[in-house]
């Protein structure tokens, strides 16, 4: 399994990054993958032989197949990024927060807005740790 580390890079490279990427679907470093000519599998699946995408925002990158878990208010939610979105509980979500948002209930049983990414923990496919989503952000 491939160990992933967070690197800064500039504006610019950021920008080449992008221009270079093939689909929407594309990681930041499967790019770099193969603009460096680094044969081998990458850590997040872009597009599986099934189709399947990865979720992706600010940063974070989780591949198809990711669990999910948040505890709220005494009460643990569970979901798993199904071809680029948070399907949490029966619904589908495009964010943590969103997902969050829509799940968790106030003592008094009512919906509140919160920062997903402060909830969320996630476990991608073949690693065995839960790790909190706000250690993967920029």
């Known amino acids: 399994m491939t160990e992933l580390r967070t690197i ?3 504006f610019d490279v950021h920008k080449r990054i992008e221009l270079a990427r ?3 679907a594309e990681t930041p470093n499967t790019v770099l993958r193969r603009l460096l ?3 081998g599998q990458a850590h997040a699946t872009q597009v599986t032989p099934s189709g399947s995408r990865p979720w992706a925002s600010k940063g974070v990158t989780l591949p198809h197949g990711t ?3 948040m505890e709220y208010n005494g009460r643990v939610h569970t979901g798993i990024i199904q071809n680029g979105a948070w ?4 619904d589908r979500y495009t964010s943590p927060s969103a997902a969050a948002g829509g799940v968790a209930l ?3 049983d009512k919906r509140t807005n919160l920062d997903g990414w402060k909830y969320w923990h996630i476990r991608r496919p073949e690693e065995a740790k839960w790790i ?3 250690s993967l952000r920029r």
């Open 67 to 69: 669990e999910l878990r």
């Open 22 to 24: 093939q689909s929407f």
């Open 87 to 90: 399907m949490v509980e029966g």
């Open 37 to 39: 000519q680094i044969e």
């Open 132 to 134: 909190a989503i706000s």
């Open 8 to 10: 800064e890079i500039d």
């Open 106 to 108: 106030t003592k008094d």
